[in-house]
């Protein structure tokens, strides 16, 4: 099977400095071709340190990068037909948005009319065509981005390469380029790989999302995989949207286990693949969104798990209130309730109430 032009492969890809300092730790990934891949972690997880090393700015310690089915560790950047959107836009303060975008092809020797002919084609792409006269200087955050993305895109790059694009927009802009980048990676049609810290930012965009941790991949997959199914305790902790708590193995069954900790009544958890036997510690994972709150005496329906707790904040979010619980000690517990039941029956500080969920959404965790 032919693999398209965009498609990435790391196979055992490790960086490191002095010998001593390793960024990247022995990685393997695939993305497709034409995919929008976004590598999500926190600062110095090494993620950046990829998209240069795929870019031909920095060269892997060992393994191997192949493009399209080749090997390009060694090549440089224009030879592996990629091109990087930078976080800081790094445009000519002294050129029009025409020439911006038309200066790369102005370095491989193209004639004036070809360059702005293509430079012009772009510029519609991007939705600037009256603005393809001004500076940098009199344009929006969101404009200059726009002129950035458009001069890496307009060499025809099979992977575009984009390192924290939006870390610099106020968040109703962040959320307008993120509609934007999505438009222009589909109607392009290449493969973008995206370095991203904001959680939310991933999952928005992403076909698939790499979560990483300190030079290794934690998990990898579709973006609604890694929220709703985290592989671990690190995972479901980063992503959030998950209440994350350990507990003892009392017994197993087929198809579940029942645990308790000391602040649980004993609760029943699916199986899924995991083998735990009686009295390993195990974590487990509830989303928020799967608690409600109930007050004390009122009977719970089968098939619900339970703890008691007390309520220690609540915050307006605008669809959902956040309610902060004290249930398991110093581990954070939330519940997002949706605004309208809240405010049906709404909880104030100091409250008791029972935090439920069904059984059949909690999740073990490696």
Not at 197 to 214: C, F, P
Not at 309 to 325: D, H, I, P, S, T
Not at 339 to 355: K, M, N, W
Request: proline letters at 5%.
């Amino acid at each position: 099977m032919s693999l398209g032009p965009g498609h990435i492969e790391l196979a055992g890809v490790s960086k490191s400095y002095d010998g001593q300092t390793t960024a990247v730790d022995a990685i393997n990934l695939k993305i497709t071709d034409g995919a929008y891949c976004c590598l999500l972690g926190p600062s110095g997880c090494g993620k950046t340190t990829i998209l240069r090393m795929i870019a031909g700015h920095e060269e892997p310690t060992t393994g191997e990068i192949l493009i399209g089915g080749e090997d390009v560790v060694g090549l440089p950047p224009v030879a592996r037909r990629t091109a990087m959107m930078f976080q800081s836009y790094a445009l000519f303060p002294h050129l029009s948005v025409r020439d911006n975008i038309a200066f790369p092809l102005r370095v491989r020797g193209r004639s004036k009319m070809d360059r702005h002919a293509a430079a012009d084609a772009m510029i519609e792409k991007v939705r600037l065509g009256e603005l393809a006269d001004r500076l940098p200087a009199q344009l929006s955050g969101g404009q200059q981005q726009r002129v950035a993305l458009a001069r890496a895109a307009i060499t025809e790059p099979r992977v575009l390469l984009l390192d924290e694009p939006l870390s610099a927009l106020d968040e109703q802009l962040r959320v307008q380029m993120r509609q934007e980048l999505r438009r222009m990676q589909r109607e392009l049609g290449i493969t973008f790989v995206h370095v991203t810290h904001t959680q939310l930012e991933a999952i928005a965009l992403a076909d698939l999302v790499v979560v990483m941790d300190k030079g290794v991949i934690r998990q990898a997959g579709a973006a609604r995989d890694i929220y709703a199914a985290p592989r671990d305790r690190y995972v479901a902790e980063f992503l959030g949207g998950q209440n994350v708590f350990s507990g003892k193995v009392q017994r197993v069954n087929g198809v579940s286990v029942t645990l308790a900790a000391p602040e649980l009544r004993a609760i029943a958890v699916p199986l899924g693949s995991a083998r735990p036997d009686a009295g390993d510690t195990i974590d487990v994972a509830v989303r928020r969104d799967d608690i409600v709150l109930l007050r004390p005496g009122v009977p719970l329906a089968d098939g619900l798990s339970s703890l008691s707790a007390r309520v220690l904040g609540v915050e307006y979010q605008g669809n959902f209130v956040k309610v902060m619980l004290d249930a398991l000690g110093p581990s954070e517990f939330v519940a997002y309730v949706p605004e309208r039941d809240f405010f049906r029956d709404p909880h104030q500080i100091g409250d008791v109430v029972v935090a439920a969920w069904q059984a059949d959404r909690a999740r073990l965790l490696a």
